[in-house]
T-cell receptor, first 107, second 115 residues
Framework: KNEVEQSPQNLTAQEGEFITINCSYS?????LHWLQQHPGGGIVSLFM???GKKKHGRLIATINIQEKHSSLHITASHPRDSAVYIC?????????FGTGTRLQVFP | DAGVTQSPTHLIKTRGQQVTLRCSPI?????VSWYQQVLGQGPQFIFQ???????GRGNFPDRFSARQFPNYSSELNVNALLLGDSALYLC??????????????FGPGTRLTVT
């Protein structure tokens, strides 16, 4: 079993839909990162959180430390949100990555 | 300010050869981490360097080595290349050690193909 697991692996949505991507981890963490990776490989950091909730524009990230679970929400999804979303746990001085969720948003 | 830069962008090598990948962190960042991302998988941690010293190593064979220079740039070396080393190699910089509790800034990656 992977130390960081994401679901779903693939997600398709119509423009405007509310999107939720889930991340569960089994290790002790000091922080949880949400990252976005576009085709071609570039990775952009979306959030880093250790408790509660953060919001940037249409993106919201939450974390429940007791349940070892985090979610990334996208409100009013848009085709430009199409990308791979990766959660990564900061543990033992290194990042442990999930395998990613491939999101496609259609017009 | 320039972001994290990596060179080269793409590289094709033959089995058994050696390769050197380069990373320049964001100005002022002293921590550099290297990751390997095989197609269809999440990145895997290879090394972390801070203040020119190795501060962490992932589960990779000794064919993989790295170093950090006084200007905080870094090189990743892979010897005796195998087909399985084909991957996207990502570099990330951060301001401090214990870097993963600070925001990570990723470079565009170097795509290595081993034939």
């Amino acid at each position: 079993k992977n130390e960081v697991e994401q679901s779903p692996q693939n997600l398709t949505a119509q423009e405007g839909e509310f999107i939720t991507i889930n991340c569960s981890y089994s290790v002790g963490i000091s922080a949880l990162h949400w990252l976005q990776q576009h085709p071609g490989g570039g990775i952009v950091s979306l959030f880093m959180l250790s408790s509660g909730k953060k919001k940037h524009g249409r993106l919201i990230a939450t974390i429940n430390i007791q349940e070892k679970h985090s979610s990334l929400h996208i409100t009013a999804s848009h085709p430009r949100d199409s990308a791979v979303y990766i959660c990564a746990a900061s543990s033992g001085g290194k990042l442990i990555f999930g395998t990613g969720t491939r999101l496609q948003v259609f017009p | 300010d320039a972001g994290v830069t990596q060179s080269p962008t793409h590289l094709i090598k033959t089995r058994g050869q050696q390769v050197t990948l380069r990373c320049s962190p964001i100005s002022g960042h002293k921590s550099v981490s290297w990751y390997q991302q095989v197609l269809g998988q999440g990145p895997q941690f290879i090394f972390q360097y801070y203040e020119k010293e190795e501060r962490g190593r992932g589960n990779f064979p000794d064919r993989f080595s790295a170093r950090q220079f006084p200007n905080y740039s870094s090189e990743l070396n892979v010897n005796a290349l195998l087909l399985g080393d084909s991957a996207l190699y990502l570099c990330a910089s951060s301001f401090r050690q214990g870097a993963t509790t600070y925001e990570q800034y990723f470079g565009p990656g170097t795509r290595l193909t081993v034939t």
